[in-house]
């Protein structure tokens, strides 16, 4: 079993409520930072989830417009800083590659870190754009987090590749909506309280693979959370008082990033979809 994270699964996230500007309070304070959590599909295929969404070609004109589309309406919002899932310790090479855009010298993939957070900071005239990813190893051996080779160890193999089958069905059957829709549709109904809390769900039945004895489900969807508890850390570095900072992510990750950013009370949280043309 691969050691790096698994499912992103099918569907997820948003960010709930309140908007405005960052205007000064009362007193001349400085507001605290806003967020707006973006939750994206992988538009360049990456296939490497236990469940894919299968994902039309973007590059096309057609959904090329739509992009740009969806870019001019997140501009809107006139984010200060903007935030990718990009290795944190990889920040010069993000560097490289945005100055390599700016430039005219890069083309852009259809990874949605090019398509729209490169596109969103060109169009802002920013001078950088922030990686926040954390996806190294988690701790000990990687048999303790190894949920696949249980259930086929024990029995569970039916009841295992079930959920796979059952999911992927689910994935199938959003692509096919897909293809009939418009990129910012699959945005808004991609950010909304129900598909992020759909593609949340999953997790829990993969942590119910294992026993009193040994529980690598639970052992693995643990530390997912650590994952995602380290990128949310990553992105406490790029708040600051009065800015409003895009995060751009994967949209598994998006329910739990959300609890956190509440739950810390980092920041204020701005729902995307007042910002996302889907017509």
């Known amino acids: ?36 959590l973006v939750g994206s599909h992988h538009l360049a295929n990456n296939n490497r989830d236990l469940i894919n969404l299968p ?4 590059l096309t004109p057609g959904r090329q417009q739509e992009i740009e589309q969806l870019v001019d309406g997140l501009a809107e919002w006139r984010p200060t800083r903007i935030a990718i899932e990009w290795a944190r310790t990889n920040q010069s090479g993000l560097d490289r590659r945005y100055a ?14 090019d398509q729209i957070g490169l596109r969103l900071a060109k169009k802002l005239g920013h001078r950088q754009v922030y990686a926040i990813d954390w996806n190294e190893s ?7 987090y190894d949920f696949i080779a249980w259930a086929n160890q024990h029995g569970q193999e039916d009841r295992f590749g079930a959920f ?10 959003i692509a096919g909506r897909m293809r009939e829709q418009s990129v910012g549709q699959w945005y808004s109904d991609l950010n909304s309280p129900e598909a992020r ?9 993969i942590a119910s693979f294992g026993s009193d004895g ?65 017509d």
Request: proline letters at 6%; a negative charge; hydrophobic letters at 40%.
């Open 1 to 36: 079993m691969t050691r790096r994270w698994l499912p992103s699964f099918i569907l997820a996230v948003g960010l709930a409520v309140t908007g405005g500007n960052a205007l000064c309070q009362e007193g001349g304070e400085m507001p605290g930072p806003q967020i707006m």
């Open 55 to 58: 994902i039309e070609d973007v």
């Open 100 to 113: 390599d855009y700016l430039s005219g010298e890069l083309s852009l993939t259809a990874n949605e870190r």
């Open 138 to 144: 988690a701790p000990g051996d990687p048999g303790q």
């Open 164 to 173: 796979v089958r059952d999911g992927q069905a689910e994935a199938d059957r």
């Open 197 to 205: 809390e759909q593609a949340h769900r999953p997790y829990f039945e």
């Open 214 to 278: 040994a529980n690598p489900g639970a052992a693995w969807v643990g530390a997912w959370y650590a994952r995602n508890l380290r990128i949310f850390n990553n992105l406490r570095e790029v708040l600051g008082p009065g800015e409003r900072v895009l995060v751009l992510y994967g949209s598994g990750h998006a329910y739990l990033l959300e609890r956190f950013i509440k739950e810390s009370g980092a920041g204020v949280t701005i729902d995307a979809r007042d910002y996302i043309q889907d």
